[in-house]
């Protein structure tokens, strides 16, 4: 008790609210990596048995711009093209991860599509509200600063969806 009172700017009284605070931050910590493991599992189980008659040359394009923005600051730093960049990161090629990506991105929408997984504006906005305000600032200047367009916004928002979605389904146990 006395260690916790000495705390800076300590806001529990005693070791065992100190303690039950710890609990509940490391048991929602350990849930959120079980629930990604669940969910990237199911995932890499969807694109297994996924069949795919082609890539639209847009989604490959898309997918390969989206890398090339993440990698900007490795890439004009000197770390080589986004080709060698994946390969410091990924051990593949560009090509390679972006048709991994661009696949995720093809069964995310088929998931969406066939579910009804859908966002509305409103959830839009309050999000971005949400999103803003953690940065000091309205949502559409967080856009802007990102360089993110409302409609990619909302795909992720869509794919936040479809990853609670299949995750609650894989989770979900069967009756027998």
């Not at 490391?26 to 599992?41: P, S």
């Amino acid at each position: 008790d006395e260690v916790v009172a000495a705390m800076e700017n300590s806001k529990y009284g005693t070791k065992e609210e100190f303690y039950n605070y710890a609990r509940e931050v490391v048991g929602n910590d350990a849930e959120e990596k079980n629930a990604n493991a669940i969910t990237t599992l199911a995932f890499e189980k969807i694109l297994e048995n996924s069949t795919f008659k082609e890539i639209p040359d847009i989604v490959r394009e898309n997918q390969k711009a989206d890398l090339e923005k993440k990698y900007a600051v490795a890439i004009e730093g000197g770390a080589g093209g986004l080709d060698s960049v994946i390969q410091y990161l990924y051990g593949c090629s560009a090509e390679e991860l972006i048709e991994v990506y661009s696949k995720q991105r093809m069964v995310t929408q088929a998931i969406a599509k066939e579910e009804g997984i859908t966002v509305t504006d409103e959830e839009v906005n309050a999000r971005l509200e949400e999103v803003g305000a953690m940065y000091g600032m309205d949502g559409e200047n967080y856009l802007k600063l990102n360089e993110i367009s409302r409609e990619k916004f909302k795909e992720l928002m869509i794919s936040e969806k479809v990853q609670q979605f299949v995750y609650e389904y894989t989770n979900t146990p069967t009756a027998e």
